[in-house]
């Protein structure tokens, strides 16, 4: 089994060519949970959706994020009656929502919630919230305190950030299934996701780090050279005192991190990283990153 951890947008491109090689059952994906919200009576989990709707079939893979073909019916009235609906959910991604909603509110984790959506979907890959505590993302921008949705779909990240507070305050324990899906995988890998809002707080769960020292661990870095690839990456890290490179990105992963990877292209010099084509810009470049992966766990 190959553990993933994973946001929603680099990892889930290099999960795209890891299915391709291995069974859905043979992977597990930890997925970041920092960027969850409640919306309108909703809970929106954009990590965790995209990670179903892609093992589902369903993803819109021009954004990804919502599902491919929506329609946006619900959030158009919603908007006309006045409502702040400043993320653009649609209707057939709303009906997700309301669902794991609901299921919450029933008294499920999300754990639970997910597993059944999972099911629900037909999907049979494993698909782990890192935790069932909240534990959200937030910047500290001229205008306050931003959720880090505020931030990246209202302000479409145009503020200057000083800094990423994760609320509420204190380490929230990984769940039970997410440490056994580490302790029991081949090898883990840390996605092309964005180290500060994706990976950093899967990595912050009480237990993630000490079941990664002892895993296989092979990272795949979001940078060439001083940007990511896309999204607000670069100003977070910087935010953060790190550097936005993915020498930054390998000293935050280094006390687990077994073999690190770094695009062909990336003129920053990682020592003792694999070089290979990070930029997933396409099914068969998925693919190849992923052989190179799974080959590196194949030769540990
Ligand atoms: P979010 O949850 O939507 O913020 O998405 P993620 O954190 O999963 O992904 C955002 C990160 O993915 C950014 O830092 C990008 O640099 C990185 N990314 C996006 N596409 C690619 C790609 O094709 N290759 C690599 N190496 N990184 C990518």
């Known amino acids: ?19 391709r090689r291995l069974s859905d059952p043979e992977l597990a994906v930890i997925v970041n949970t920092g960027e969850d919200c409640w919306l309108q009576g909703n809970h929106l989990s ?6 179903l709707y892609l093992f589902a079939g369903l993803l819109n893979t021009e954004t990804w994020w919502g599902i491919r073909g929506d329609t946006f019916v619900t959030h ?25 909603a609901e299921l919450l509110r029933e008294g499920r984790t999300l754990t639970e919630a997910t597993a059944a959506l999972a099911a629900a979907l037909g999907v049979e890959a494993q698909i782990l919230p890192m935790t069932d505590a909240p534990y959200m993302s937030h910047v500290r921008t001229p205008e306050g305190l931003l959720h880090f949705q505020e931030y990246w779909v209202r302000h479409r990240a145009q503020l200057p950030i000083t800094g990423v507070v994760r609320l509420p305050p204190g380490r929230p324990a990984a769940t039970g299934a997410a440490l056994a899906a580490i302790r029991e995988a ?3 890998v840390l996605g092309p996701s964005n180290p ?3 990976i950093g707080p ?10 990664l020292e002892e895993a296989f661990v092979v990272a795949v870095s979001p940078f060439i050279g001083d940007q990511p690839i896309s999204g607000p990456a670069g100003a977070l890290m910087v935010a953060q005192g790190l550097e936005p490179t993915s020498l930054g990105v390998s000293r935050l992963y280094a006390e687990f991190c077994d073999v690190f990877v770094q ?5 920053v010099e990682v020592p003792g990283a694999v070089r290979a084509d990070t930029l997933m810009v396409d099914e068969a470049r998925s693919e190849a990153l992923a052989d190179v992966v799974l080959e590196l766990v194949r030769s540990r």
């Open 263 to 267: 695009d062909v292209r990336d003129p």
């Open 1 to 19: 089994m190959i553990t993933v951890l994973s946001g929603g947008t680099g990892t889930p491109k290099l999960l795209r060519g890891l299915r």
């Open 196 to 198: 500060v809002t994706s």
């Open 46 to 51: 954009p990590d965790i959706d995209t990670v």
């Open 76 to 100: 158009e009235l919603a908007h006309d009656l006045g409502v702040d609906a400043f993320i653009a959910v649609g209707d057939r991604d709303r009906a997700v929502h309301i669902h794991r």
């Open 202 to 211: 899967i990595l912050e769960c009480r237990g993630v780090a000490e079941a």
């Open 186 to 188: 081949d090898g883990v």
